[in-house]
């Protein structure tokens, strides 16, 4: 069913890109619109909290897309070729909204394992950052890196909290996914404007979460909006390289490395593989999504994770939620929305063995190793 809908958003998407790439507006507002109300109702369909939010953002960056282009049917202008000045203002304010976050309330310290990235991450970013006289001469900090390896085990999670380590750096925080939907059209101007703003307001930490999106669609499907946003990022980052004093970063995240085409590649000199958590990370892991609630004390948190080799990140933080929602689940939900004296019991280990059952791994070993191919042949820099 999901799959089935999903391909149908995926071919309104496209065809709206289409039609706004060739400027036939109006066309374009009306397939945005249906691809936001596919995704919309594609929510119905899972109970996954991340493709949940997944949809969400999608549709919101297809349902801003047609509001622009609505209003500019209105005056008859094709955005990004109407009045100079109005548009700059537009565009700043659009670059203050959707970009540039509050520096995340997370630290290094609240990722589990990974020991390696956090060494190079800190190596890479904390250090050059914090401390620009050790970085001088030859030896220069990376001005790229690229977080690559399986979905679910913390690439946007270590690189937030990258970010939330480094207290006086501006943190740029884009979706590569919402910048071809939302801004496709002026996404070249926006990524142009990003580095400029980074550059006033350094030190600072540009972050493109599912960078692969805009290089994924090599050849066949490539429209020349796309490409253009992909030659302004190359130049801004190229740009970035040249200039030795300037503090700015650029923090890539893919799950599909191999989709990265080679002279992107080059821009990430520093390549990290963000793996799937060792037993140790996994034990951490439940512990951090099991916090603040009644537990009982037999919950061995070694011996779940003994069961979950190969488990993700994510996939425990899922079993986790299982677990915790079945003293809930064991009582009448009547009584509990009448009566607040009805409480629920601690979770058990017994619930975590429940939970398990139900969700499986969601990486399988043929994948890991082609990641783990990849990390061989491209890896580290
Ligand atoms: N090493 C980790 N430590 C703590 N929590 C983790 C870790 N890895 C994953 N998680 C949990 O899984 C969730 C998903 O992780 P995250 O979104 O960072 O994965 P990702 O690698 O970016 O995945 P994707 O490739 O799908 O974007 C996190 O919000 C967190 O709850
Ligand atoms: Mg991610």
Redesign the pocket.
């Known amino acids: 069913m999901s799959t089935n809908l999903y391909a149908r958003a995926q071919r309104f998407a496209k065809e709206a890109v289409k039609a706004d790439d060739e400027g036939k507006f109006v066309e374009a507002k009306n397939l945005y619109l249906k691809a936001a109300e596919v995704l919309l109702e594609m929510k119905k369909f899972t109970s996954n909290p991340?493709l949940v939010d997944t949809y969400e953002r999608s549709a919101k960056g297809y349902i801003a897309r047609a509001k622009a282009l609505k209003s500019q049917i209105k005056k008859k202008v094709p955005p990004g070729k109407g009045g100079k000045s109005d548009d700059d203002d537009e565009l700043d304010d659009s670059i203050e909204d959707a970009i540039v976050s509050e520096r995340p309330d997370i630290n290094l310290s609240?990722?589990?394992?990974?020991e390696d990235a956090k060494t190079a991450l800190r190596e890479a970013i904390v250090l050059p950052l914090l401390r620009p006289d050790l970085f001088t001469g030859s030896r220069q900090p990376w001005r790229g890196i690229l977080l690559h390896?399986p979905?679910?085990?913390?690439?946007?999670?270590?690189a937030k909290a990258t970010a939330g380590d480094v207290d006086d750096a501006t943190f740029f925080n884009i979706s590569a996914a919402t910048l071809v939907s939302k801004w496709l059209g002026e996404s070249e101007k926006l990524v142009k404007k990003l580095y400029e703003i980074a550059k006033e307001k350094q030190p600072s930490i540009i972050f493109i979460?599912?960078v692969d999106s805009l290089t994924q669609s090599r050849g066949e499907g490539e429209n020349d909006a796309m490409r253009r946003v992909k030659t302004q990022l190359l130049s801004s980052m190229e740009g970035l390289s040249s200039g030795k004093g300037d503090r700015v970063v650029t923090i890539g995240?893919t799950?599909v490395p191999w989709d990265i085409d080679s002279a992107f590649r080059r821009r990430f000199q520093r390549r990290i593989y963000?793996s799937l958590?060792n037993h140790e990370?996994r034990a951490?892991?439940f512990k951090?999504?099991s916090e603040g609630i009644a537990m009982d004390e037999d919950i061995d948190f070694k011996g779940l994770s003994d069961m979950t080799e190969g488990y993700?990140?994510?996939d425990i933080?899922n079993v986790c939620k299982e677990a915790v929602m079945a003293p809930i689940r064991e009582l009448d939900q009547t009584d509990l929305i009448n009566d607040t004296s009805v409480s629920a019991r601690p979770v058990r280990h017994q619930d975590y063995l429940n939970a398990l059952e139900n969700v499986n791994k969601s990486v399988s070993t043929k994948e890991l190793i082609r990641f783990e191919r990849w990390d061989d042949e491209f890896g580290a820099g």
């Open positions: 991340r609240d990722v589990a394992g990974l390896g979905p679910g085990c913390g690439k946007t999670l270590i979460d599912e995240a799950n963000v958590p990370a951490i892991i951090l999504n993700s990140g994510s933080a």
